[in-house]
């Protein structure tokens, strides 16, 4: 492409939202064979509401749901913001928390007076019996919704599910993307029935789930064997590698300041369609139209 070509090419995308920090992007971006997206906060709205609290009959629903708000109360993980709008709503006052670990990619545990809390993903909670509530925890992942294990005293006190929602326009930004010639993929650290649910859901080619916060960038590299030319959208802190390692990094513009630093191109909001403007606009580049 000309330069006079790239000049305007940054000018018409900056027009519609999206500016490539980086003229290199405008000019690789036509050549990507697949466009990998994070799920939570990029595909969908990032801000899941608890749907369900499955208690086991030796707790009491208020008591678990305070003893939870309280594990997550120093996390900001969305779920964990979930379950504190949760307990919010119901009108719970939280126990004092005493001491607190996040374990990324899997949940929390907390001290809160005599107790030991744990809440987190099936996997973290694998040493427990969980099969009473199996049954029921599939077919709510297999909606899409995404449950989490509460343990009190290393005893399985509830599930709780959330669900979040995915954005207006990702499903047909996938579909323009596969008309345009572009495979699409899913990297999440969500588990698997969920991510599932959600790529069928928007009919995306291909999903990586349980995908661990320092795993996203070996999923990149895993593409990279199979495509030539891997773009990668993502938003949140634990994307940041993975935006860096992508051909092409593209951060949703209401993402974390660590995504967007680490991006070749910033979508100005939240809407995926900057994606397809980004890739149409960097094919009538290089093509000089302008
Ligand atoms: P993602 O943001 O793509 O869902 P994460 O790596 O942040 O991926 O989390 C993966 C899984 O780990 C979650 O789906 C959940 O099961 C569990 N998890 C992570 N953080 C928490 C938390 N604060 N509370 C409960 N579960 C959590
Ligand atoms: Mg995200």
Do not use: C
Request: proline letters at 3%.
């Amino acid at each position: 492409a000309t330069p006079t070509s790239i000049m305007v090419g940054s000018g018409r995308a900056a027009e519609l939202g999206v500016l490539f920090r980086q003229s290199e992007a405008l000019q690789r971006l036509r050549d990507a064979d697949v466009v990998a997206f994070d799920k939570t906060g990029t595909l969908t709205e990032g801000k899941p509401a608890l749907t369900d609290l499955i208690l086991d009959d030796d707790f009491s629903h208020d008591e678990v749901l305070a003893l939870v708000a309280a594990a997550e109360s120093r996390s900001e993980h969305p779920i964990a913001l979930a379950i504190l709008a949760a307990a919010e709503k119901a009108g719970l006052t939280l126990p004092a928390v005493d001491h607190f670990v996040s374990d990324p990619g899997h949940g929390v545990t907390a001290t809160i007076g005599e107790r030991r809390v744990q809440v987190g993903s099936a996997r973290m909670m694998r040493d427990f019996d969980l099969s009473d509530f199996a049954p029921t925890l599939e077919q709510l992942a297999d909606q899409g919704k995404t449950p989490v294990i509460a343990a009190v005293d290393s005893k399985i006190a509830a599930a709780l599910v959330v669900a979040d929602v995915v954005k207006p326009t990702s499903k047909a930004v996938i579909a323009r993307l596969h008309a345009m010639g572009v495979r699409t993929a899913m990297i999440s650290g969500d588990n698997k029935r969920t991510a599932a649910a959600i790529a069928a859901q928007l009919g995306i080619d291909e999903v990586h789930a349980e995908v661990l916060p320092a795993d996203k960038v070996s999923a990149i590299k895993a593409l990279r064997q199979r495509n030539r030319v891997v773009a990668y959208v993502g938003d949140g802190i634990n994307d940041a590698p993975a935006l860096a390692e992508a051909d092409i990094g593209i951060a949703v513009g209401t993402g974390t300041d660590a995504a967007i630093e680490s991006a070749d191109v910033v979508l100005l909001g939240g809407d995926l369609k900057g994606v397809l403007d980004a890739l149409t606009i960097s094919r009538a580049t290089m093509r000089n139209i302008w």
